[in-house]
């Protein structure tokens, strides 16, 4: 088969429709994006997290007792086993947020008695259950890390401000899904095998993670904080572009246009920097897209989402390293919306290689070598 003469091979999987779904719509040419019909900008301005995952795992938005049962449940399933705490407390320093969040939401799994009860009602508690206890793990793993009710209290350890606390339920909303993007196909792929959700997450936060996908905002905001001033954004990005480099934070494999995520994002950028005082990294971060966008407009190259919230968590005060999971506890929220929504006609995701290699090896015991 995979030898035939007429096999395609798309890199990338590239414009490969591989299943239906009615949770996300990202117009990549208009710079459009939808929730189950909703356009993202309503979403950020009106909605709440907590609304988006009910919207999500429901098709629908909530009534006011539904979205009281999704706050209080999600309220009451933030606390984690001791064991996870211990696990935490015990991996390596070294140990880089995003691979504690990956290790202990594996481990997780073991804790959950509806584990291999794959009804959708109980798919349905799972999903609450670990988007309440992903941030909660993120959180954890930065307090015992730096030796610090909510998620920002949690991270810093001190009340957050009113404005703090509308951002991140913004950033939440604007990364809860985003259809078939890396991690959301990697944690698709585990789930067609009818793993558990559990394994789908970590399948999807193992994907998240690299700096093509999740991982641009930490990359994104290392780099403004290396140009460091406006001044030397054009030099850098144009030396950087020269040796065939990327520049994180730039492009996207559907949108041809803004990201819509990254125009909401960097209006707060504008506020947080109003209310701080210092607008050196906001304004590094306009001089690198002017050049980006005079350089490579042409080929529909603008900022995705990860450039500004590079930006705004930076901020916020968040620690680049921590950038990552902060979108895995949004995106668990998409992830496990999207497998329960596979789970209704599941079929095997099994594409082929088209084999290049030899065909003809002899054997050659290992002593005749
Ligand atoms: N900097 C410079 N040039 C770029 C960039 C960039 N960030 N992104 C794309 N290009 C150029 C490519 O070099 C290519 O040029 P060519 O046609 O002359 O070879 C062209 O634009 C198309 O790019 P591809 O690499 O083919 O795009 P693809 O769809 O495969 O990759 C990706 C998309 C991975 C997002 C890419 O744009 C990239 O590496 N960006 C930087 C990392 C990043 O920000 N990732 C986050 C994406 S958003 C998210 O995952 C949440």
Redesign the pocket.
């Given at each position: 088969m995979g030898t035939e003469k007429e096999a395609v091979v798309v890199k990338?999987l590239?414009d490969v429709y591989v299943k239906e779904s009615k949770l996300c719509l990202v117009d990549g040419e208009k710079g459009r994006l939808l929730y189950v019909g909703y356009d993202i900008r309503d979403l950020a301005e009106r909605s709440s997290f907590e609304e988006t995952c009910y919207l999500l795992w429901h098709f629908r938005l909530p009534g006011q007792d539904e979205l009281e049962t999704t706050r209080r449940g999600l309220a009451e399933e933030r606390k984690l086993p001791k064991d996870i705490l211990n696990l935490l407390k015990r991996l390596p320093k070294t140990t880089v947020p995003i691979d504690a969040l990956r290790t202990a939401v594996s481990a997780l799994a073991a804790y959950d008695p509806e584990l291999a009860d794959d009804s959708r009602d109980a798919n349905l508690r799972k999903a609450l259950r670990i988007t309440a206890k992903v941030a909660t793990i993120v959180a954890a793993f930065h307090r015992i890390r730096e030796g610090a009710e909510d998620f920002l209290r949690m991270l810093s350890g001190k009340a957050p401000d009113p404005l703090d606390t509308k951002i991140m339920d913004v950033a939440l909303i604007l990364?809860a899904d985003?259809s078939l993007?890396?991690?959301t196909f990697g944690a698709t792929v585990a789930a067609s095998t009818l793993a558990d959700l559990y394994s789908d997450v970590v399948a999807g936060i193992a994907t998240?993670k690299g700096?093509?996908?999740?991982?641009?905002?930490e990359?994104?905001v290392k780099m403004l904080l290396k140009i460091g001033s406006p001044a030397n954004a054009e030099p850098y990005v144009e030396k950087?572009?020269a040796r065939?480099?990327?520049?994180?934070?730039?492009?996207?494999?559907?949108?041809k246009n803004f990201?819509p995520r990254a125009l909401i994002l960097r209006d707060y950028a504008k506020k947080l920097t109003q209310r701080g005082g210092d607008s050196t990294l906001l304004d590094t971060a306009s001089a690198v897209q002017e050049v980006?966008l005079r350089?490579?407009q042409a080929?529909?190259?603008y900022p995705?989402?990860?450039?500004y919230s590079g930006v705004t968590y930076y901020l916020m005060g968040l620690p680049p390293d921590v950038f990552t999971p902060v979108?895995a506890v949004a995106r668990v929220a998409g992830w496990a919306a999207h497998v329960m929504e596979y789970w209704q006609s599941n079929r095997i995701m099994r594409p082929l290689d088209l084999y290049v290699g030899p065909t003809d090896a002899a054997y050659v015991p290992i002593d005749r070598r």
């Open positions: 990338g590239e990364h985003h993007n890396a991690s998240l700096p093509l996908h999740g991982g641009a905002n990359q994104a950087a572009l065939g480099e990327k520049i994180p934070g730039f492009g996207h494999r559907v949108y990201d980006m350089n490579l080929k529909k190259i995705n989402v990860d450039f979108f």
